[in-house]
C-alpha cells in the first residue's frame, strides 16, 4: 500500500483539512453573494449532495458584509474568495468566515497583505493561498516553465507568511490545461507539508470542464504522495 502524503492539519470552521483526515468537498456558489436567500438556498440544497466546505466570491465591500449573515443560516464551513482589495478580506474575517482565499500576487501592497494575515491569524482563520496560471507571468509556453515559476512563487508567499507566525494555510496552483496542473501539485508536494486544495482553473464549457477536472482532480487524488 501507498503511504499517503503526510500534511499539516488546518481546521476550517470544524471540518479538518490535512493529516489523516478524510479528503473534504468543497464547491463555489454561482449566486450573486449579495443575494443572501438565493445563496443560502444553494448553499444548503449544497450540503443535501456532501459538500463540507462552501465558497462564495467576495468582489465588494457589500458583498463582505453579508458574509455574517450567510454564515449564520449555514452547516458548512464558509469561505470568502477575494482577489483584490485588502479591505474586502478584513471585513470578511470581521464577519466571522471560517477560512478566506487570496491570491497574495493581487495585492500589491505588502503592509496590507500583512495586515491581512495578522487578521486572520489573530481570529484563528486559516487562508488559502491560491495561485493560478493566469496571475503569473511565465517567460515561456511551455508547461514546465510555468509549473517551476507557480511553485516558486506559491512557496515565496509561504515564506512570507510564516514570517509572520503564520501556518494555518492551505496551498492551490491551478492552471487551465490538466498537464501543468498536475505537473504543479506533484512538485509542490515534495517541496512543503502544507495540505493541497485540487481544482483545474478557467476550465471552460461546462462539459469541457467536467472532463478537465476528472482527470485533473482524479489524476491527483489516486497519488497518495499528493492526497491532500
Do not use: W
Not at 503526510?6 to 489523516?20: C, E, P, S, W
Not at 485588502?86 to 496590507?112: F, S, T
Request: glycine letters at 8%.
Amino acid at each position: 500500500m501507498i503511504q499517503r502524503r503526510k500534511t499539516r492539519v488546518v481546521n476550517a470552521g470544524g471540518v479538518l483539512i490535512g493529516g489523516d483526515n478524510p479528503v473534504s468537498v468543497q464547491t463555489m456558489t454561482k449566486t450573486h453573494t449579495e443575494d443572501i436567500d438565493a445563496t443560502v438556498k444553494q448553499i444548503k440544497d449544497l450540503e443535501t449532495i456532501g459538500c463540507n466546505i462552501v465558497r462564495v466570491a467576495v468582489p465588494t465591500i457589500v458583498t463582505a458584509k453579508c458574509l455574517g449573515a450567510i454564515k449564520r443560516q449555514i452547516q458548512i464551513p464558509l469561505v470568502a474568495d477575494i482577489h483584490f482589495g485588502h479591505h474586502l478580506a478584513l471585513e470578511a474575517i470581521a464577519q466571522g468566515v471560517d477560512k478566506i482565499r487570496i491570491n497574495p500576487g493581487n495585492m500589491k501592497d505588502k503592509k496590507k497583505l500583512e495586515e491581512v494575515v495578522l487578521a486572520a491569524k489573530n481570529r484563528g482563520i486559516p487562508i488559502r493561498i491560491g495561485v493560478n496560471s493566469g496571475s503569473v507571468r511565465s517567460e515561456g509556453d511551455e508547461a514546465e516553465e510555468l509549473t517551476t515559476l507557480m511553485v516558486k512563487t506559491v512557496l515565496r508567499y509561504c515564506d512570507h507568511f510564516e514570517s509572520l507566525g503564520f501556518k494555518d494555510i492551505v496551498l492551490s496552483l491551478k492552471a487551465s490545461d490538466v498537464p501543468s496542473t498536475l505537473a504543479a501539485y506533484r512538485s509542490i508536494a515534495t517541496q512543503c507539508d502544507y495540505p493541497l486544495h485540487l481544482g483545474v482553473t478557467a476550465a471552460g464549457p461546462p462539459s469541457l470542464a467536467t472532463i478537465k477536472s476528472a482527470i485533473g482532480i482524479g489524476g491527483l487524488l489516486s497519488e497518495a504522495s499528493v492526497i491532500p
